[in-house]
């Protein structure tokens, strides 16, 4: 496929399109699942068994979509078990890259590939689809499992317990249907919904997502003022997708996207959830707000053309929060 259009990063290159000035986020394609014994899983193929250093994951430490997989990846004890690629936090007019000028990039730990699209292009010569991280890669089968990241961080909750003794369940099934819910609510009018408010091309279609994402987190604050958690007094795979686009929300989404009716400091029960999930072990190693300021404002050029990247907002994370009432 051509990667440019008209001069300018095509849009399928960034995972989505425009329809009558609105974002509309592509599918992913590959959506083959890890299984404990290679067992064919909700989708794909079969053949893809849980094996310690069979796999590897690319990610971008900008990406919230990304991040989840490596929240999940820590929060499994995967470490160890399944290697990574950090791709540079700028995206050029070639994608996603393996430039190793930035602080925490690694390169292409496997090929030393130069850019993402030649990893599709490794796993399908005659692949047309999208090219987004995070990437679950099979070493062993030379190809791509799987490119979604909601089934990504379902893999790794289940699929390697037997290898980590990790039984730790953020998707228990008594709370599959609540868990369900909230994700679908929070996907569609929070994590897709910033991104539907900073790319709309027409008036209409940001003040509509501009008003479904500012009524969403009312909803959920609304939520948060009763519960620890969002599924209740246990931590779910749902606080943790919220997480994502939470930490980079006053950094980025509020200027960046112009998702400025309020900022998360000013919810007191989201932002207290959210500092205490970044203050959760291990997961303030996997939030790079450097990587996450300086991929929006330098490489949404339609957005900023300038490029240049705000110092602030400077953000005590680490200050005490009140999530201790519910216990």
């Known amino acids: 496929m051509s990667l440019m259009k008209q001069g300018r990063l095509s849009d399928d290159w960034l995972g989505h399109e425009t329809q009558a000035g609105e974002f509309v986020r592509l599918d992913s394609q590959f959506r083959n699942w890890i299984t404990p014994d290679g ?25 919230p979509w990304a991040h989840r997989s490596l929240i999940f990846r820590h929060l499994k004890g995967l470490e160890d078990l399944i290697s990574i690629s950090v791709v540079h936090p700028d995206m050029g007019d070639k994608g996603w890259s393996f430039a190793q000028d930035y602080v925490g ?3 292409d730990t496997l090929y030393n590939l130069s850019y993402v699209n030649e990893l599709y292009a490794r796993a399908d010569r005659d692949y047309s689809g999208i090219v987004t991280v995070p990437i679950l890669w099979d070493k062993q089968r030379q190809t791509i499992v799987n490119n979604e990241s909601s089934e990504i961080i379902r893999m790794f909750n289940h699929a390697f317990d037997h290898l980590t003794g990790n039984s730790q369940d953020y998707y228990p099934e008594e709370l599959h249907t609540e868990i369900d819910t909230i994700n679908a609510l929070i996907y569609d009018r929070i994590n897709n919904g910033v991104y539907k408010t900073g790319f709309a091309q027409t008036q209409s279609a940001y003040e509509k997502h501009f008003g479904e994402l500012f009524d969403a987190l009312g909803i959920i604050e609304s939520r948060l003022a009763q519960q620890r958690y969002l599924c209740g007094t246990q931590i779910t795979e749902a606080d943790w997708r919220l997480f994502t686009t939470l930490i980079r929300f006053d950094a980025v989404y509020y200027g960046h996207f112009k998702c400025n009716h ?28 450097d990587h996450i300021k300086y991929h929006y404002y330098h490489s949404h050029y339609q957005i900023n053309p300038t490029r240049i ?19």
């Open 39 to 63: 067992t064919p899983g909700q989708s794909g193929e079969g053949g893809f068994a849980a094996e310690a250093g069979r796999y590897h994951l690319y990610v971008s430490h900008a990406c």
């Open 105 to 107: 990039t690694t390169g």
């Open 262 to 289: 309020q900022r998360i400091i000013d919810y007191p029960n989201l932002f207290n959830f959210m500092l205490e999930l970044y203050q959760h072990p291990g997961i303030a190693e996997t939030t790079h707000m």
């Open 309 to 327: 990247v705000p110092q602030g907002p400077w953000q005590d994370l680490w200050q005490t929060h009140d999530r201790g009432r519910f216990v």
